[in-house]
């Protein structure tokens, strides 16, 4: 079983960042993908960026550019660092993971439904 908690939501100004922690607990093979997601108040829960166990990494349009996810498997932690930073971008964000292989995909996804475990969520709240 897998456990994901997030950390390092907050409220900034338009322009700000901010650094989104998840710690991860349990095996290491359910965890060789790990994403960020977010939902907005109204909204559909989408995906913001991806990474497998080795470092390779996958983002939305959205925020190319100005988000990067990052990993230390040592400590079994994922990153999002989120830079110029929009109010478009309020939202809770997800943590998620899953294995290499799960629903016979092996490739990158940012689909919701191809992560079986996730975290609580974390509040990230950007004004203008």
């Known amino acids: 079983q897998v456990q994901l908690v997030e950390s390092g939501g907050g409220s900034v100004q338009s322009g700000g960042s901010l650094r989104l922690s998840c710690a991860a607990s349990?095996?290491?093979?359910?965890?060789?993908?790990m994403g960020w997601f977010r939902q907005a108040p109204g909204k559909e829960r989408e995906g913001v960026a991806a990474?497998?166990?080795?470092?390779?990494?996958a983002y939305a349009d959205s925020v190319k550019g100005r988000f990067t996810i990052s990993r230390d498997n040592a400590k079994n932690t994922l990153y999002l660092e989120m830079n110029s930073l929009k109010p478009e971008d309020t939202a809770m964000y997800y943590c998620?993971?899953?294995?290499?292989?799960?629903?016979?995909?092996?490739?990158?996804?940012?689909?919701?439904?191809?992560?079986?475990?996730w975290g609580q969520g974390t509040q990230v709240t950007v004004s203008s």
């Open positions: 998620a993971a899953r294995p290499r292989v799960y629903r016979g995909l092996s490739e990158f996804s940012l689909r919701e439904n191809n992560y079986p475990y």
């Open positions: 349990g095996d290491t093979y359910s965890t060789h993908y």
């Open positions: 990474i497998n166990r080795p470092g390779n990494t």
